[in-house]
């Protein structure tokens, strides 16, 4: 979108003449699926936040303060001008799970300015994998793992998700 373009391109006291705009423009994607889109963001190519519906009490860190191994893969991402997307990243001690949709915001040459980071709500994955019960004949289910082996949905025991199905080993729980 030309707007998100602009708003990477300019100057920051420039940016506050195209704010109105971003923000309006955020806010409309947000409302394209308001039942798991959490959030949009727009950050630049050093990662700095420079718009995000809804709005932060405060200016996140670089590249929304995500942990090093999807900051490393939007940094990818970013200069191979290429979408990316997260594993699913669980929130300590909350329950709540996320995954992070990123899409490079380009020039026309191809030039990265920035990315679009949608944050979704974990929870579509259970529901996609309810929405498919019986599919495969009645009372068929499915259940999704992740690599790990960590329990990511289930078809008819949702509370049975991140667990893992094997115990992990000791260099695993420790990078975790």
Not at 14 to 31: A, S
Not at 39 to 55: C, K, Q, S, T
Request: glycine share 6%; proline share 6%.
């Amino acid at each position: 979108m030309i707007i998100f373009k602009e708003a990477l391109s300019v100057s920051p006291d420039i940016y506050d003449i195209l704010e109105t705009d971003v923000l309006q423009t955020l806010q409309v994607l947000i409302n394209e699926n308001p039942d798991y889109l959490i959030r949009y963001d727009l950050i630049n190519r050093e990662g700095l936040h420079i718009a995000g519906v809804p709005r932060l009490p405060q200016v996140p860190k670089p590249f929304l303060g995500l942990n090093p191994t999807l900051v490393n893969g939007m940094k990818v991402s970013l200069s191979a001008a290429l979408p990316s997307v997260s594993p699913v990243i669980l929130e300590p001690g909350t329950g709540n799970s996320h995954l992070y949709f990123a899409s490079v915001v380009t020039t026309r040459d191809g030039r990265a300015l920035g990315m679009m980071v949608a944050t979704y709500d974990g929870y579509i994955l259970q529901d996609i994998v309810e929405n498919r019960n019986d599919s495969a004949g009645a009372t068929s289910f499915g259940i999704l793992y992740d690599e790990i082996h960590i329990q990511l949905a289930h078809g008819i025991k949702p509370e049975t998700n991140y667990r893992t199905l094997v115990a992990l080993n000791e260099t695993l729980l420790e990078t975790m």
